[in-house]
């Protein structure tokens, strides 16, 4: 299978290979929440949803969830299926070829728009959260935006970034772009030397350039050129090239010290985040095809704002993994996606003494942003939470011994737990197979995980049973694993919420800070409409 060179050709081809996959849409759509209602009702099955009309836009088709899985990943790399996804992904990014520019008839200048033609309102920019944009009242956010720029120290380097991006005006956007990206610095060169820094912002491309501007690296055109058909196309108001089959782009330059309070959003952690670098753009032209797709990824912990965000550093920490370690030893990592990569589960087939505890220090040093909970486990099993805990409340849990506790690390600002200067604790913790299966007890307040002798006990408030006890907030359900994970791994701060006990029983409290923290919600009669929609 050969991967298709745009977005348009990709939804097709899957579309009619994987049918099943698809949940298409034709009545119209409500920009306003309604994409995210859908999103969220169907998200257990995790379906690309593709809608077909769009209310108050008719020229207009919008897809979303797109990159949801790492399944379609593969497929967009032209893979059968996900197992040599990582493997395949490190031999992408040392694939380069030189691109082609060509501005005969490209797609992406079907439709020209400039000076007072300029209206970012004409594009169906979705609002998805009820908190979104609260600061100012502009709620629309374009979350597919990928930033093309040059650097201004180095001006044959081009990069695309991913940037959070809120309509303003007819003409100009607010947005945010992490502080340790490319784009950051390119911003802050071109402000230093007194210079407007062209952008370009495309939306709607082929989804390998998704994941390339998902892998903090530059000169993802040569890398995308090598892997599809992709020819590109100059710019109308700059030097800047773009796909030429690209769906819709945005040129601009950003505005020197020009500062916009844009957010709150919901950001991958799966809470409303009010950081912003507060950045503005104002636009020059909008390129689109006739007929084009918007692509909407979904804000806050989706599976695809999760995905896109980690998969390329999965990939590179695998192999890393691989190489650097002790070879034969058989490792598997998983990294739950709920988890937003604050946790890593995995297991070592061969063990050797210390090697499960060395394993846990590379992960997290090679994830130093994120890697905040690593469990190890000495023996080959199911990288499970609930597996990996049950063993964990058969040895017991020894502070220093198999559970190990860094205070003061540097991290990522954006994870809840974290102290305004950017540290967190990280904990490893080491379990050895148990032999024995373990089965799954509700009773009232309490959800038991028994084996053998031994209970790990998720509850609402700490239980004075269980070798394990996970304690969370009362809007967790004690049965849903997933929640566990999401309140483990984003309320949780392991140098201060860690109880042990001398019999070997251990206490993780993710009940401290809650009342802090905004989830971000839907306004509840679109949900019910949509909800009925689906029946």
């Known amino acids: 299978m050969n991967p298709t060179s745009s977005l348009a050709d990709f939804l097709e081809q899957y579309r009619q290979e994987r049918p099943e996959d698809v949940f298409l849409v034709d009545e119209e759509v409500d920009v306003e929440y309604e994409p995210t209602a859908y999103y969220k009702l169907l998200e257990e099955k995790n379906p690309l949803i593709w809608f077909s009309k769009v209310k108050g836009h008719p020229d207009f088709q919008l897809v979303t969830n797109v990159m949801g899985s790492r399944a379609r990943m593969a497929f967009a790399l032209g893979l059968e299926c996900d197992a040599k996804l990582y493997e395949t992904w490190n031999e992408v990014l040392n694939s380069k070829r030189e691109i082609k520019i060509s501005d005969e008839s490209p797609p992406i200048k079907e439709r020209v728009f400039q000076g007072k033609d300029i209206d970012l309102y004409s594009l169906p920019v979705v609002k998805?959260?009820?908190?979104?944009?609260?600061?100012?009242?502009?709620?629309?956010?374009?979350?597919?935006?990928?930033?093309?720029?040059?650097?201004?120290?180095?001006?044959?380097?081009?990069?695309?970034?991913?940037?959070?991006?809120?309509?303003?005006?007819?003409?100009?956007?607010?947005?945010?772009?992490?502080?340790?990206?490319?784009?950051?610095?390119?911003?802050?060169?071109?402000?230093?030397?007194?210079?407007l820094l062209q952008v370009s912002v495309v939306l709607g491309a082929h989804p390998v350039f998704y994941l390339l501007a998902a892998s903090f690296i530059e000169n993802e055109y040569s890398i995308a050129a090598k892997l599809i058909d992709a020819i590109f196309t100059n710019g109308v108001t700059n030097h800047l090239p773009v796909p030429s089959e690209a769906e819709i782009v945005i040129e601009a330059e950003v505005i020197p010290n020009d500062y916009y309070h844009e957010g709150p959003c919901g950001e991958f952690t799966g809470y409303m985040a009010a950081r912003t670098t507060g950045s503005v753009a104002k636009v020059n032209a909008i390129l689109r095809k006739g007929r084009p797709i918007y692509y909407d990824i979904q804000p806050s912990n989706s599976n695809e704002h999760v995905g896109l965000f980690t998969m390329p550093r999965d990939a590179a920490i695998s192999r890393a993994i691989t190489e650097f370690l002790p070879p034969g030893?058989?490792?598997?990592?998983?990294?739950?996606?709920?988890?937003?990569?604050?946790?890593?589960?995995?297991?070592?087939?061969?063990?050797?003494?210390?090697?499960?505890?060395?394993?846990?220090?590379?992960?997290?040093?090679?994830?130093?942003?994120?890697?905040?909970?690593?469990?190890?486990?000495?023996?080959?099993?199911?990288?499970?939470?609930?597996?990996?805990?049950?063993?964990?409340?058969?040895?017991?849990?020894?502070?220093?011994?198999?559970?190990?506790?860094?205070?003061?690390?540097?991290?990522?600002?954006?994870?809840?737990?974290?102290?305004?200067?950017?540290?967190?604790?990280?904990?490893?913790?080491?379990?050895?197979?148990?032999?024995?299966?373990?089965?799954?007890?509700?009773?009232?307040?309490?959800?038991?995980?028994?084996?053998?002798?031994?209970?790990?006990?998720?509850?609402?408030?700490?239980?004075?049973?269980?070798?394990?006890?996970?304690?969370?907030?009362?809007?967790?359900?004690?049965?849903?694993?997933?929640?566990?994970?999401?309140?483990?791994?984003?309320?949780?701060?392991?140098?201060?919420?860690?109880?042990?006990?001398?019999?070997?029983?251990?206490?993780?409290?993710t009940t401290r800070m809650t009342e802090k923290l905004e989830v971000p919600s839907l306004p509840q009669d679109v949900i019910e409409r949509i909800s009925h929609k689906l029946l």
Request: glycine residues 8%; hydrophobic residues 40%.
């Open 128 to 195: 998805h959260y009820s908190g979104d944009g609260s600061h100012t009242g502009f709620g629309r956010y374009i979350t597919a935006g990928l930033a093309v720029a040059r650097d201004p120290l180095s001006p044959e380097t081009i990069n695309m970034s991913f940037t959070r991006i809120q309509v303003i005006d007819k003409d100009k956007y607010a947005f945010d772009m992490g502080s340790r990206s490319h784009f950051w610095r390119y911003v802050q060169s071109a402000k230093q030397k007194g210079d």
């Open 329 to 509: 030893a058989g490792y598997k990592i998983e990294w739950p996606p709920i988890s937003a990569n604050f946790l890593a589960l995995c297991s070592i087939k061969r063990p050797e003494p210390g090697l499960a505890k060395q394993v846990g220090l590379v992960l997290l040093a090679l994830n130093p942003l994120l890697s905040k909970i690593v469990i190890v486990n000495e023996g080959e099993c199911e990288l499970d939470l609930e597996r990996l805990l049950a063993n964990l409340s058969v040895s017991g849990a020894r502070d220093r011994v198999n559970v190990d506790i860094i205070s003061d690390v540097f991290c990522i600002r954006l994870d809840p737990s974290s102290t305004p200067q950017g540290t967190n604790g990280k904990m490893i913790v080491v379990t050895k197979n148990s032999g024995l299966e373990y089965r799954k007890v509700v009773k009232k307040g309490a959800v038991k995980l028994v084996c053998g002798n031994s209970e790990v006990v998720f509850s609402h408030k700490k239980a004075n049973i269980g070798k394990v006890n996970i304690v969370v907030d009362a809007d967790i359900d004690l049965e849903n694993t997933n929640q566990i994970i999401w309140a483990l791994s984003t309320r949780f701060r392991p140098d201060q919420d860690v109880e042990f006990a001398e019999d070997g029983k251990i206490v993780l409290d």
